[in-house]
């Protein structure tokens, strides 16, 4: 199993939850988002922001695949 196989294994059997991603510790600030787990090829940020701020939806998850070098947005969807 490739590395984009193994993170959509991962990321099709476990939906990051809103409750779980907030009770982890912030790895890292960006402009919007929090990067709350990084592992080697992946990773997840949660945004802090809202559809009041122009995101698509509130409580916002983007999942990055680390490809050639570049952080490629694998996912994006709202945790419940």
């Given at each position: 199993m490739n590395e984009?196989?193994?993170l959509s294994h991962i990321v099709n059997?476990?939906?990051f939850k809103l409750d779980y991603l907030e009770g982890l510790p912030t790895l890292c600030t960006g402009q919007a988002d929090n990067l709350k787990i990084e592992h080697g090829i992946?990773?997840?940020w949660l945004s802090r922001c809202g559809i009041e701020?122009?995101?698509p939806y509130d409580n916002k998850?983007?999942?990055k695949h680390l490809s050639n070098g570049h952080?490629?947005?694998y996912a994006i969807y709202p945790a419940a």
């Open positions: 984009a196989q193994q059997i476990i939906p992946y990773q997840v701020d122009g995101e998850v983007t999942i952080w490629i947005n």
